[in-house]
């Protein structure tokens, strides 16, 4: 039986909740899961901003989380998960400590105070909201929650930047699925892990075309060249196979070649990138299928961010450049 597309949701297990601010440009984006879930990290961008990390490292005692949250703000969003938490607390989720239960809720923030107001930033209120509107049919893609201030392609500044947001996809083989949301604000350009065509990032002098970013930075080598810490591309792989913390560590870490290629350059130090794997499931599965799935589907979605962007605060979209 070979492999279909699915909506994230056909994966059960888990509720997908975005709220944002669009006069400031920024927002969030959670996900709530049915059950304490084992989850993995694998960070490997320079300057990440996150919170409760190091639960999901092997040798910590934390069997599983109960959210993630991904936001924008920076470090300054990294206050945002305290919304979760109430949330949860409210309807007693959480790790039970005898005197009440806490909320097991990790976090990752991209920078998007380049965009909009630098002043706005997701805070616990808007993070409880987002948690208010979770869903399990919530598929919505673009300039959504998290997804708000994403931006790409800025080895150049603003002028020859685009809009990115957040994407989502998902696929099935026999039983096991696996799905990917990510968040995309890269330093680098988009390329469409099935062709390899470029789809988004530096636009040329004229802004009707692209430049590739590798090459420009080729011709700076010799430089040392400010990038400011003005990117990270975060996302969550989702499966209903069983699998340890462990074994989602690796799928987080095999997850990150879906980044590798569909983003250029990535992994910079002026990214963050992140991704999170979590089990919210009890199908069995082969570890090693499952995250070449997650490689994917997570480059799938990237592509998927890039295209269902929309034009703001003058930076063009990918669908605005492919008409002209």
Known sequence: MGRKEISISEIGGFRIGHAQDKNGVTGCTVLLFDECAPA?????????????????????????????LLSGGSAFGLD??????????????????????????????????????????PDSKMAYEACENARREET??????????????????????????????????GEVKVGAIVAVNALGDIFD????????????????????????????????????????????????????KTQMNKIASMAHNGYARTI???????DGDSIYAVSVGKQQ???????TMASYVMGKAVNRAVMAAEETDGYLSASQIQKK
């Open 285 to 291: 599965a082969d570890l090693n299928v499952v995250g």
């Open 264 to 270: 250029r350059p990535v992994h910079t130090t002026a």
């Open 140 to 173: 919505r893609e673009g300039c959504i929650g998290a997804g708000m201030g994403c931006t790409v392609g800025k080895y150049r500044g603003k002028t020859y930047a685009m809009k990115s947001g957040i994407g989502m996809y998902a696929m099935q083989a």
């Open 40 to 68: 993995g990290v694998d960070i490997r961008g320079g300057g990440p901003a996150s919170r409760e990390t190091p639960l999901l490292n092997p040798a910590a005692d934390a069997a599983g989380i109960h959210a993630v």
């Open 80 to 121: 945002a998960a305290g919304g979760v938490m109430q949330y949860l607390e409210e309807r007693n989720i959480g790790f039970d400590v005898g005197v009440t239960k806490v909320p097991l809720v990790c976090q990752s923030c991209i920078f998007d105070l380049v965009i909009g107001d630098a002043k706005a930033r």
């Open 193 to 244: 892990i099935d062709t390899g065509k470029q789809t988004a990032g530096l636009l040329n002098e004229t802004r009707d075309g692209f430049r590739q970013t590798e090459e420009e930075m080729y011709k700076d080598a010799e430089r040392i060249h400010d990038l400011f810490t003005g990117n990270t591309t975060i996302g969550v792989i989702v499966t209903n196979g069983a699998f340890t």
